[in-house]
């Protein structure tokens, strides 16, 4: 089973920053937190991990609460092709991914 | 660089048929998934493989699935006979290393199986 929880939906408009929650209470000290979004029709896409730390990349950045319970993707700027379904994955480096029913995230003009 | 490639696209079936899906990972790519996902639900691991041998194939209804990669290259999964609630998105998946903090899996497009 997962070990995350996340909203079913969400909207943003475009140009707006998209905050994606998650919560992950019983998440571990070795696990790591990933996200990975999928957009309609297409296979998962890796977007971002951390440990502890808060991390950027160029898609997005990941920010993880001090006692790691939770944290919170944020996409800067939303636009309409960041319309797709986000999951959010906790794991030890040497599981597999489990895949919950993620947040579907609904960017509008 | 090319992604993961996977075919057909699309597929549909009588219950009772056979059916396989054929899967081309990331050139390089030691490790490959096969996932299942059902309309609504997040893909869900059938089964791994690391070059030609089997990681980890728990998830795997093995009454009726099948897959191997016996030159530790591209894939086929197979299911023989198909049920109503084979109906799915099948996806396949690379990845460079199998395990450690920096873990990426590449993913395909995926089949569309409908079975009647």
């Known amino acids: 089973d997962a070990k995350t929880t996340q909203p079913t939906s969400m909207d943003c408009a475009e140009g707006r920053a998209a905050n994606l929650p998650c919560n992950h209470s019983?998440?571990?000290?070795?696990?790591?937190v990933y996200w990975y979004r999928q957009i309609h029709s297409q296979g998962p896409q890796y977007i971002i991990h951390?440990?502890?730390n808060n991390e950027t990349n160029e898609m997005a950045s990941l920010i993880i609460t001090e006692d790691r319970k939770s944290s919170t993707l944020i996409l800067p700027h939303a636009t309409l092709r960041d319309t797709a379904v986000y999951y959010c994955?906790?794991?030890?480096?040497?599981?597999?991914?489990?895949f919950g029913t993620g947040t579907r995230l609904q960017v509008f003009p | 660089e090319a992604g993961v490639a996977q075919s057909p696209r699309y597929k549909i079936i009588e219950k009772r048929q056979s059916v396989a899906f054929w899967c081309n990972p990331i050139?390089?790519?030691?490790?490959l998934y096969w996932y299942q996902q059902i309309l609504g639900q997040g893909p869900k691991l059938l089964i791994q493989f690391q070059n030609n041998g089997v990681v980890d194939d728990s998830q795997l209804p093995k009454d009726r699935f099948s897959a191997e990669r016996l030159k530790g290259v591209d894939s086929t999964l197979k299911i023989q006979p198909a049920k109503l609630e084979d109906s799915a998105v099948y996806l396949c998946?690379?990845?460079?290393?199998?395990?450690?903090?920096?873990?990426?899996?590449?993913f395909g497009p995926g089949t569309r199986l409908t079975v009647t």
């Open positions: 951390g440990l502890k």
């Open positions: 050139s390089g790519h030691a490790t």
């Open positions: 019983t998440i571990s000290g070795n696990e790591y």
């Open positions: 994955i906790v794991r030890e480096y040497t599981d597999k991914l489990i």
């Open positions: 998946a690379s990845s460079l290393v199998s395990h450690g903090p920096i873990y990426e899996q590449y």
